[in-house]
């Protein structure tokens, strides 16, 4: 930890920050030493901690100071740390939280999570010492890594032992879990491979299979995860997963549709299902798959999809052509209405107060005023006054 | 019986023998599918065996679960195309990256007044992860791309634009062509760019740059800066958390901008 010096933690000129993370307390070794809650920035050419609570109160250690990193697995209880074994500081060090320190290595604790991009990137920078190239202000020390790596502690010989065998045995567990994964992978493609072939005989004898049998091969492909090689659209309708699942949306989202004028986009009800199953979560594809079969099976809700490509749920009730008209007496009254100003009025989502007022447009009850402060609609005085 | 050859005889046999290949075809494509049940019986054994083995290194090894991903895409397997699949239900992907897509998907609602619907990899993988709190697992930027492909499908306007060696996500049913995307590759350099720039780097007219700058304005994507010394400046408040090492929470923003 005396490795550190005090910084303003302001980049310098041809320092470029990489990535940055919330929530990483600092231990000298294995001692905590009231560096508990910080952002950690990395930068091409230093690490930099900063107090979550006090801004001035910053750290920062050059990454020509880094011998070695290594990860360590989050448990119980504990975050996943990353190691940085260190080199000495130089005697010419900018003055830091600590005079002197018993080990050589610091930890870094990442509690809230964000150790596996953080790791990544520094690994990235650390190979690829882009300080060298980009020389920034002489505050910053300049580590000449090849001199002070002939200067090794006898520790880190150890260390390096330790994480060459750890390497091996990581490496093995891989391999191994590879080695399996393929086998798994083999058997897989001769799945894909059979289901082709079927598909090629349903193509050719249209009336000979049975609807049975095409809604049997539908729900084994949709188990493997096989888009038909028929249609090339991943089974939709058609299997009778897809179908109990459209009844079972219809049971769930009445009231919320009523509470919310009768609409929902497809994103907001996909949100909405899955907060509430909290597991066995359905796919995007699964909802829209499922939706699309509400109309065929005269659920009390139907799929609409906008011109815009935005898709969303309606009750069958819902009439969006009538919702038009009040919309255009909405707008009439306030003079102009951009979309936000819409949705604020009339409490719907921006995403679909938008879709409603450009529908008005499209059936030409409303204009538009295109301009940098946004789109304006106003009601169509070429139909009313002409 | 006197030989036939060519004619009514030979015609009729023909058609027998086709008749006869017809019924062993839909015999045959019955015992394909009878045969690809059980086939499907013993993989989804061993894909139990190999979930009880390997399914927490997925669940911790991100690059292992990159690899997984890749080979399922070569040999044509989505999967994360339903939560009923096999993969899903034996190595519980399914339900780690579909609630990833809803995280994700309150993350850019939350943000979208300030930055118009565009944020950065980088952010949302930040933003997300303060959301999801400590005890969750973490999560990689691979992740969130792969959980972002699969919402695209609800047609929320989802969208993945590479920009200077990251990637800008767009959330909003924004159109956003070619012409837009190399504006804002040109603008993450610093976080803005103005008209000339994009004339000297692009050899573009004039019009055509004003074009794509005001809808970039007008998506609220980009902020108008006139004040600026020179050419009035297009910032990409997208990028703000990018240039300074000190976290700007929403409210500062909001009064950091007239």
Not at chain 1, 232 to 238: D, K, L, M, N
């Amino acid at each position: 930890m005396d490795r550190f010096v005090w910084s303003s933690g302001l980049l310098e000129l041809e320092e470029t920050l990489v990535i940055q993370q919330r929530g990483v307390r600092v231990y000298d070794g294995e001692e905590k030493v009231r560096f508990d809650s910080g952002v950690l920035l990395l930068s091409t050419h230093r690490l930099i901690w900063r107090d979550q609570k006090n801004h001035e109160r910053c750290i920062a250690i050059p990454l020509s100071q880094i011998v070695f990193i290594e990860e360590q697995a989050a448990g119980i209880g504990k975050s996943a740390k990353i190691v940085v074994h260190l080199h000495p500081a130089s005697s010419n060090k900018e003055p830091g939280p600590f005079q002197s320190s018993k080990y050589s290595y610091i930890k870094l604790s990442f509690k809230e999570h964000g150790q596996i991009e953080f790791y990544r990137r520094l690994s990235e920078e650390i190979t690829q010492r882009r300080w060298e190239n980009m020389p920034a202000a002489q505050t910053m020390q300049v580590n000449k890594s090849p001199q002070a790596g002939r200067i090794r502690a006898v520790g880190i010989v150890g260390i390096e032992r330790k994480l060459e065998e750890k390497r091996k045995e990581t490496d093995k567990n891989i391999s191994e879990a590879f080695e399996d994964l393929s086998k798994l992978m083999d058997k897989a493609k001769e799945m894909v491979e059979l289901s082709k072939s079927i598909a090629n005989k349903i193509k050719e004898k249209q009336g000979d299979i049975t609807e049975d049998e095409t809604v049997r091969f539908k729900s084994y492909l949709l188990s493997m995860g096989i888009a038909n090689p028929v249609t090339r659209e991943t089974y939709g309708s058609g299997t009778h997963y897809h179908m109990q699942l459209a009844k079972q949306l219809a049971g769930i989202l009445q009231t919320p549709l009523e509470e919310r004028g009768g609409i929902m986009s497809l994103t907001e009800v996909y949100c909405l299902v899955n907060r509430a199953r909290g597991l066995e979560l359905l796919s995007p594809e699964d909802l829209v798959n499922a939706c699309k079969m509400l109309e065929s099976l005269k659920l009390p809700l139907r799929l609409r999809i906008f011109d815009s490509g935005v898709m969303v749920i309606e009750l069958q009730s819902h009439n969006e052509e009538e919702m038009v008209a009040s919309a255009l007496e909405t707008v009439s009254e306030k003079g102009s209405l951009t979309a936000d100003e819409f949705a604020k009025l009339v409490g719907m989502s921006v995403l679909l107060a938008k879709e409603r007022l450009l529908l008005a447009e499209k059936m030409g009850h409303l204009c538009r005023d295109d301009s940098v402060e946004g789109l304006r609609f106003y009601p169509n005085l070429f139909m009313t006054q002409s | 019986m006197h030989r036939r050859g060519v004619g009514a005889g030979a015609i009729a046999k023909k058609k027998l023998a086709e008749a006869k290949y017809k019924e062993r075809g839909t015999v045959l494509a019955e015992d394909q599918l009878a045969q690809m049940s059980k086939q499907l019986d013993m993989f989804k054994t061993n894909l139990e065996e190999f979930a009880s083995k390997h399914k927490q290194e997925i669940r911790k090894n991100p690059q292992f679960r990159v690899q997984f991903q890749d080979m399922c895409a070569t040999i044509g397997v989505d999967p994360l195309a339903s939560g009923k699949g096999f993969w899903s239900e034996m190595l519980g992907v399914g339900d780690f990256y579909y609630e990833l897509g809803v995280q994700i998907v309150e993350v850019c609602l939350a943000l979208k007044h300030r930055n118009g619907g565009l944020i950065t990899l980088e952010e949302l993988h930040q933003q997300v992860l303060k959301g999801r709190g400590k005890f969750a697992q973490d999560v990689s930027q691979d992740d969130l791309l792969r959980a972002i492909k699969k919402l695209k499908v609800l047609g929320n306007g989802f969208g993945i634009i590479p920009v200077g060696g990251t990637y800008l996500i767009q959330s909003v049913p924004a159109e956003l062509n070619m012409d837009h995307t190399i504006v804002l590759q040109l603008a993450e350099k610093k976080g803005y760019v103005t008209v000339s720039e994009i004339k000297s780097s692009l050899k573009w007219e004039t019009e055509r740059a004003q074009q794509v700058l005001e809808h970039l304005l007008k998506e609220g994507m980009a902020w108008l800066d006139t004040q600026a010394a020179g050419d009035p400046q297009y910032w990409l408040p997208a990028l703000f958390t990018e240039l300074y090492s000190q976290e700007i929470t929403p409210e500062e923003a909001k009064e950091a901008i007239p």
